[in-house]
């Protein structure tokens, strides 16, 4: 007799690295919230890849891919982008477990310029900015759903 192999579900994330960084509130978002501090965040990042901090741990980090980087921001409220592009932009809601995940696909003149994610739980929210690269677009945007999918508050 002959078997067919079972769909085994892996988790390719299973040896990422961690990276982990601080939500920052305003204290009136903490005492509404009854936190006396700020939540921890951490999500995975694929094993070949380095993080360069910035100075104070907060704010952003760069995903370094060889000799490639690509920046991810946390809690950064509006990258800048500059006025009077032609930008449009996807929206998704689902949820991550607990949490639910608000995510964006910015484009300019049709090329994929960012991916954004709100992630919320109870009511505290990180909101996640990732570049995307011009190629091989496809490829980074679903290694961000991975990353996405390791995210985690922590107390």
Known sequence: DYILPTNQNTDETANWKTFTAPI???????????LTSDPIMSIKYPPEWSIMKSSNNVGYAKFIEGEKEYTVRFNDAGRGLPPNLNITIDNETYTIGSYT?????????????????????DSINAL?????PSINQQKYLRIYDQILSTFRFTE
């Open 24 to 34: 920052l509130l305003s204290e009136s978002d903490k005492s509404s919230s009854g």
């Open 101 to 121: 995940v608000q995510k964006g696909i910015f484009k300019q003149d049709g090329e994929i310029i960012l991916m954004s994610a709100t992630i919320g739980k």
């Open 128 to 132: 996640i900015l990732f570049d995307v």
